[in-house]
Structure formats: C-alpha cells, structure tokens
C-alpha cells in the first residue's frame, strides 16, 4: 500500500496521513461487522513511511518576488484581484485560508499604519500582522474596481470580468497562482512557498525572528507592535508590486 503511494511521488507526511484513515476505516469496518478482525488487526500493522531529512520548502528571490507580481494584467477586474492576492501573500505572509478568509474588516490602521487586525488562523490562533503600503495599494485598486467595501476582499470573478460570488475559495487561490508562476519562470512554486519567502526577505532585512514567528503565525506570542518597521523593511520598497 504504502508502495503505491511512494510511486505516486507523494510525501511521507501525505502517505502517513492516507495510511492513517485507511487504518481506521479497517477498525471501524471490524468493529460493525463488515471486515475479519484478522484482516483489521493485518491492515492495522501497516507500518508509516519513515522522513528522511527536514524539507525547507521553495522560496522566491526578491526579484522573482518582483516579477511575479507584475505578472497579472491590471486592465482587468481579474488582474486587479490577482495581483492584490498576491501582494497579501507575498507581503503579509498569510496562508491561502486566511486570504480566502479575509475581510475589508480586518483591514484598520494602528498607530498610522495599515494592519491586518485580529486574524483568526490555524489552531484559531489570533494575530494582527503589518501591512505593507504597496500590499494597501493592490488591495484599494481592486476594491476599487469592483466598488467592494465590506465583506469578504477577495470575490470570484467570472470570464465576463464581472464579480460572480461572495468569496474566493482555497483552490482558487491555488490554481491562479499557477499560471503566473510559469510565466516568470517558477513554475511549481506553491502559496505556501510565497509565505516562506515572506519569511525569508524579512530576516534577510534584518527582522527579528520573534517578530516573524508572530506574524506568521508560527508559534504563540505576544501580538506584534505594528509601529516596529524592522520587520517589514523590504516590504516597503516601492519597486515591488507598484502600478
């Protein structure tokens, strides 16, 4: 079983995690009746595939970085919305979850700078996380666009350019990406991999780990002072995503 999951090129963490429901529908299919308790008990000895090493995932250059934002076609309503999912990922670090997730409510100012405000992620962990001025920019273009104040920021756009749903979902956010990312030449790059990079140009600017865990979302903290710039230094710079 495991084997066919390995020829599959699948991770051991995806594999783990198949072998673990198959285990558990054996025991369930026993315990109703539907299975041998032989036949369980042989299936619940299937062993998990061992990791070998630690993955470090992909991360963009700060010029790929530049270069995949400018990808999407601003004339229109998709490229408009496109481009401000982007820069959220790019520039905020968030998961694809939380894009789809968010609202024009989280977006307030604190102390003179833009935030996003009482992001509830994963394990429901609540966090407020610097936002970029040119991350504003994208976000207030697309906006724009579509007259869109309240509610969800991100809407499914249909291929008449016109606004055709409440929220994007996930898949979405995964499947725009795609195209962009072949066309500057990084193709394969997952949204998760643009929250490494996130990570990544921060430190490399000279951000605080501790700063860059909260943000993210990485581990419980105190929640971030969003008057710190320290963390977000190449976030600012106006060649990255600028119209």
Request: a positive charge.
């Amino acid at each position: 079983m495991a084997g066919s999951l390995e020829a599959r090129k699948l991770g051991p963490i995806s594999i783990n995690v198949r072998l673990t429901a198959v285990r558990k529908l054996a025991v369930e299919a026993a315990d109703n009746g539907l299975l041998a308790p032989a036949l369980a008990a042989g299936i619940a000895r299937i062993k998990g595939v061992r990791a070998q090493g630690i993955r470090t995932g992909n991360w963009l250059s700060l010029h790929q970085a530049q270069a995949l934002l400018s990808a999407p076609d601003i004339a229109t309503a998709k490229g408009l919305r496109d481009r401000a999912i982007l820069a959220v990922l790019l520039g905020c670090g968030l998961r694809r979850s939380e894009v789809a997730a968010l609202t024009f409510e989280h977006v307030q100012q604190r102390d003179g700078r833009w935030c996003i405000i009482d992001l509830v992620g994963k394990h429901h962990r609540v966090r407020t996380i610097p936002m970029p001025p040119w991350v504003k920019v994208a976000i207030d273009a697309w906006a724009t666009k579509v007259a869109a104040t309240t509610g969800h920021v991100f809407r499914s756009v249909n291929r008449g350019n016109c606004v055709a749903g409440d929220a994007v979902s996930e898949k979405i956010i995964w499947q725009l990406l795609r195209p962009y990312a072949a066309a500057v030449g990084v193709a394969g790059i997952a949204p998760h991999d643009l929250r490494r990079t996130t990570a990544k140009l921060c430190r490399a600017a000279g951000g605080e780990l501790e700063q860059i865990n909260c943000c993210s979302g990485i581990r419980r903290s105190r929640r971030p002072s969003v008057t710190s710039g320290r963390s977000r230094t190449w976030c600012t710079r106006p060649t990255m995503g600028s119209s």
